[in-house]
């Protein structure tokens, strides 16, 4: 996950809307503790229409206990003294706080949302002109399909991981917190036993996201892979179709869309197994604290409101913290694009170090002993080429597919460099001098 945590730090390159968005996300999941909360004197009020106090009564007896936090003064002036009137006050209450929380929620997600998309266009544009200042050979030799695949497919599966990140996760986790706190205070012996699985939980989640990360990984090789047969087909479709080469390059083609399937569907097999086990883990973790808690009642341990209330918190944290799971593994598959992204960002640039400029072209170019080969050729594009153009003569360069003709004028403006040999403008050797100093005096027409 190294690689996403790269990109994950530069989220707070905006720190103010960072923050903002944590703090709506922590005062919507207050909201809903609070509203937790007070279904405990609701559900009073209800199970006890005869015997029971009213919300005003349960009030200061709790401001009785001196407790560390107190009903204040002017709240209490509010509260009704009917028991129906309490009840209806309550639900009220946790209808505001929906509304309030709802836009809060609303916010947060719209601001984790502006937050990733603009991190992630700073990484294209960063990574566009690395591109940009790249050896030419170096990207000739990995292919323009490479670099455009990971500039745009790599940056949009990361903004995915991001948005997860800053949004849904962070809600969903506050929001499950806030319940589990609530829990807590209904009865900490359940919360106590509920808490034991989560090692069991961390484990798997683990392994799911090591098998979503190589998976992914795959994916977008194959995808980019794709993406080269295609843009090399089409864009070379009069080539393909003189030489009747359609079927060979429809199975190219095929192959590796069987790949891009192949490695889609162990991603999807392994996100699959993650929302069944919650599932079936909350079941058991439920089931063994509801017979707990029977033989608590039984025994006169355990008010029967408190473990329907504690219950009841606690199914919301399962609820709240159940798509985790997924989203774990949605960020879990982010690091395999970002890990692309940075591979782009480290390769070398141009030499761009401090050097001497070179005057107005005057005299003479001059090839001398020139070779050159590319990596994936057997032999050299250009071998052993020696000429010499006085100033101010037209000439040009004729021959056959392959013969060298483009690699020879690449190196006249250092787009490659020479294996062997030099090539000279007026005596200066070009590998010597200041390289925008040297193309500022050419131009060239595709």
């Known amino acids: 996950m190294k690689h996403f945590k790269y990109f ?22 207050i909201g809903l503790g609070v509203g937790l909360l007070s279904l ?3 559900l009073s009020l ?23 936090v107190q009903v204040p003064e002017w709240f209490l002036s509010q509260l009704p003294q009917d028991r129906f009137d309490g009840v209806l006050f309550i639900l009220i209450g946790i209808g505001c706080l929906t509304v309030i929380g709802g836009i809060a929620n609303f916010l947060h997600h719209y601001l984790s949302a502006w937050i990733a998309v603009h991190v992630i266009a700073d990484v294209r544009d960063q990574a566009f002109g690395h591109v940009l200042r790249m050896e030419l050979s170096r990207v000739l030799r990995s292919g323009a399909s490479e670099f455009i695949s990971r500039i745009i497919r790599d940056a949009e599966a990361l903004q995915s991981g991001l948005t997860v990140l800053m949004g849904k996760s962070v809600a969903q986790f506050t929001k499950g917190l806030a ?22 939980l961390a484990i798997v989640l683990h392994q799911i996201g090591r098998r979503v990360r190589k998976g992914t990984k795959e994916t977008l090789a194959a995808q980019q892979e794709l993406l080269r047969i295609s843009s090399e087909s089409v864009q070379g479709l009069r080539a393909v ?65 408190r473990f329907l209330l504690s ?10 913290l159940r798509p985790l799971t997924g989203l774990v593994t949605e960020i879990q598959s982010a690091d395999a694009p970002a890990n692309r992204l940075l591979q782009i960002l480290d390769l070398p640039a141009e030499d761009e170090h401090e050097r001497q400029g070179i005057g107005p072209h005057k005299e003479s170019i001059v090839f001398d002993g020139v070779t050159y080969s ?21 000439i040009a360069i004729v021959g056959p597919n392959g013969c060298g003709k483009t690699t020879m004028v690449s190196l006249l403006p250092r787009l490659l460099r020479p294996q062997q040999g030099a090539v000279f403008i007026d005596g200066q050797d070009i590998a010597t001098v200041d390289l925008h100093s040297l193309r500022k005096q050419m131009g060239v027409v595709t």
């Open 241 to 305: 179709k003189v030489n009747t080469s359609e079927d060979s390059v429809k199975q190219a083609f095929s192959d590796v869309n069987k790949r891009v399937v192949r490695a889609n569907m162990k991603v999807r097999i392994v996100r699959a197994f993650g929302s069944p086990f919650m599932e079936i883990l909350a079941i058991v973790v439920l089931g063994t604290l509801a017979g707990i808690a029977a033989k608590s009642i039984i025994n006169g341990n355990l008010e029967f409101d």
């Open 374 to 394: 590319y990596a994936s050729d057997v032999e050299p594009a250009v071998k052993n080429i020696s000429i010499t153009i006085p100033h101010g003569q037209r």
């Open 311 to 320: 219950i009841g918190a606690l199914a919301v944290a399962g609820s709240s």
């Open 8 to 29: 994950a730090k530069q989220m707070l390159r905006w720190r103010v809307r960072f923050l903002l968005a944590l703090s709506l996300a922590v005062f919507s999941a």
């Open 40 to 42: 405990g004197p609701a």
């Open 46 to 68: 209800i199970l006890d229409p005869e015997g029971g106090k009213s919300l005003l009564e349960l009030a200061n007896d709790y401001n009785a206990q001196e407790k560390f």
């Open 179 to 200: 319940a589990f706190a609530v829990a807590c205070v209904f009865d900490y012996r359940l919360v106590i036993i509920a808490v034991l699985v989560l090692p069991i």
